[in-house]
């Protein structure tokens, strides 16, 4: 009789093995990360970088692409690194739904990123123009990538996940996780009127 452990078993005993530890950036503070945060008056914009584990079931699932179905967006903020650089409760959606963390082609991060800088904060008198915008965005997303458009893996979401999102118009969060590298760059912002 063979027994054959099912991805979901798998999944909950890696998640109670992992944790990712909070890695210094390499990087002063980008300037996407600055230019935002001085949008966003009345909110924040916190930029954080992770190890990955030596795990050989976390890098099996990161290489099938199968994040969601191995419950990544929720456990993940659990992890006792992840949960002390980002103290905040997890709110009642549905983060096991693909349509909470979006996946995006890494070719798609400049201009994700220079959206958020156009459409600036809930008091942003001045817009920036769309060319520094993707100019400052560009920037950040090739030190976010470290250089690889092709192995990364780009979450998105613009829906207020946990406590700290105001829950009004200006909630992002982008998840990057550069396999290569094992690294995992999180940035997350909110503001409010």
């Known amino acids: 009789m063979s027994t054959t452990t099912s991805q979901f078993d ?37 930029h954080k970088s992770f190890g990955v584990p030596d795990h050989p079931d976390f890098a099996a699932f990161i290489d099938t ?22 103290p905040q409760s997890l709110n009642d959606v549905r983060l096991l739904s693909p349509e909470t963390f979006n996946w995006i082609h890494p070719v798609e991060l400049p201009g994700s990123l220079a959206r958020a800088l156009l459409r600036g904060g809930a008091y942003t008198s001045k817009r920036m123009p769309a060319r520094d915008a993707m100019a400052i965005a560009a920037q950040a997303a090739e030190s976010l990538l470290r250089g690889d458009f092709d192995h990364p893996q780009v979450f998105v979401s613009q829906l207020p996940w946990a406590s700290f999102f105001c829950d009004v118009a200006w909630d992002y969060t982008w998840l990057i996780i550069r396999p290569k590298d094992k690294r995992i760059e999180v940035i997350i912002a909110t503001d409010t009127d």
């Open 10 to 46: 798998r999944a909950m005993a890696m998640w109670r093995e992992l944790d990712f530890p909070i890695v210094e950036q390499k990087d002063s503070t980008l300037q996407f990360v600055e230019d935002l945060a001085a949008m966003y008056s009345n909110g924040a914009v916190i």
């Open 65 to 86: 692409g199968a994040l969601h179905s191995t419950y990544f967006f929720e456990r993940f903020w659990q992890t006792k690194s992840v949960a002390s650089a980002f």
